[in-house]
């Protein structure tokens, strides 16, 4: 089997391709990773901080006394 240059090349190129589309990937992949992590991160964070939670507390004590 003779294997022409043509040939070569045509491989060459299509592992060329191959490589960058691989590489797109990776890092559209990439991509949605980090802003999936971002939001799941912003969903774990609390709404309402312990020291709010302790003034509703004593606003709520206060007004129970006050009864």
């Keep these: 089997m003779k294997i ?11 592992a060329i391709i191959v490589i960058i589309l691989g590489g797109l990937s990776f890092l559209g992949l990439n991509r ?10 912003e969903r774990l964070q ?3 901080t312990l020291t709010e939670i302790a003034q509703k507390m004593e606003i709520l004590e206060y007004k129970y006394y006050q009864e």
């Design 4 to 14: 022409t240059t043509k040939l070569i090349i045509s491989y060459l190129f299509l």
């Design 32 to 41: 949605i990773y980090s802003n999936a992590s971002e939001l799941y991160n």
């Design 46 to 48: 609390p709404t309402i």
